[in-house]
C-alpha cells in the first residue's frame, strides 16, 4: 500500500533558527496537504499543495511539492515558540478517494527561547 | 460554530468490554472520518464515509465498526476492546467535491484500554 515517510522524526531548534520537515512518498501523490498539531490539541490544515514544483508562502512558512509529485518539504524561517508542535503531511496516492490521505509520522519541533 | 463535536474526551475501559465513540459536526459537510494516532506512527484511517449512506474501510479497520447515522454524525464502535486499542481517536470530516478538501478535526477522545 502507499506509504508516506516523514523525516526527522524530531528537531529542536533554539528561536530564530530554521527548520525544516521532509516528506517523501513511495507512489505519485495527486496531492499533499501539510498539517499542525500543537502539544495536546488536534490538527489544523495548514495548506493543500496540487501542481507538480508548486511553492506556496504562509509569512514565515514556505511549502514545496517536487517535480514528481512525489515528496514535500515545509520550511519555517526564524523559528518562534509558538511554532512548536508536530507537523504532518498527508497524501493522496492517484486513483483513491477524494479524502483517503496517508498521513506521514510527524515532525515533532521544539523551540527552545 | 462549534465544528466537530466528540464525546467522551477520555474513556478507560477493561478488556473485552464495548464502547461507542461519538462525533458531530455543524458545518454541512458530507465527507466524514475516524483516524487513531499513535506515537510514532502518525494518524492512521481506520473508516471513512463519503457521504451519508456510505462507509468505507481505511488502513486499519479490524476490531472497529462505524455507523453514519445521518449527515452529521458517524459514530465509531469497538465490540471487544483490546489493549493494542490504547490510543487517541480523532473524528474529522471535510466538504465534498471534485479535489481534496481540507479536514477539520474534533479534539479527540483518548482511550485506555486495560
Known amino acids: 500500500g502507499q506509504q508516506v515517510m516523514q523525516i526527522p522524526q524530531y528537531q529542536h531548534v533554539q528561536e530564530g533558527e530554521d527548520f525544516t520537515t521532509y516528506c517523501n512518498s513511495s507512489t505519485t501523490l495527486s496531492n499533499i496537504q501539510w498539517y499542525k498539531q500543537r502539544p495536546g490539541g488536534h490538527p489544523v490544515f495548514l495548506i493543500q499543495?496540487?501542481?507538480?514544483?508548486e511553492v506556496k508562502k504562509q509569512k514565515r512558512l514556505t511549502f514545496q511539492f517536487g517535480e514528481a509529485k512525489k515528496n514535500s518539504s515545509l520550511h519555517i524561517t526564524a523559528t518562534q515558540t509558538t511554532d512548536v508542535g508536530t507537523y504532518f503531511c498527508?497524501?493522496?496516492?492517484?486513483?483513491?478517494?477524494?479524502?483517503?490521505?496517508?498521513f506521514g509520522q510527524g515532525t515533532i519541533l521544539t523551540v527552545h527561547p | 460554530n462549534a465544528g466537530v463535536t466528540q464525546t467522551p474526551k477520555f474513556q478507560v475501559l477493561k478488556t473485552g468490554q464495548s464502547m461507542t465513540l461519538q462525533c458531530a459536526q455543524d458545518m454541512n459537510h458530507n465527507s466524514m472520518y475516524w483516524y487513531r494516532q499513535d506515537p510514532g506512527m502518525g494518524l492512521r484511517l481506520i473508516y471513512y464515509s463519503a457521504s451519508e449512506g456510505t462507509t468505507d474501510k481505511g488502513e486499519v479497520p479490524n476490531g472497529y465498526n462505524v455507523s453514519r447515522l445521518n449527515k452529521r454524525e458517524f459514530s465509531l464502535r469497538l465490540e471487544s476492546a483490546a489493549p493494542s486499542q490504547t490510543s487517541v481517536y480523532f473524528c474529522a470530516s471535510s466538504e465534498a467535491g471534485r479535489r481534496d478538501q481540507p479536514q477539520h478535526f474534533g479534539d479527540g477522545t483518548r482511550l485506555s484500554i486495560l
Open positions: 498527508a497524501g493522496r496516492a492517484g486513483g483513491t478517494s477524494y479524502g483517503k490521505l496517508t
Open positions: 499543495l496540487v501542481k507538480s514544483g
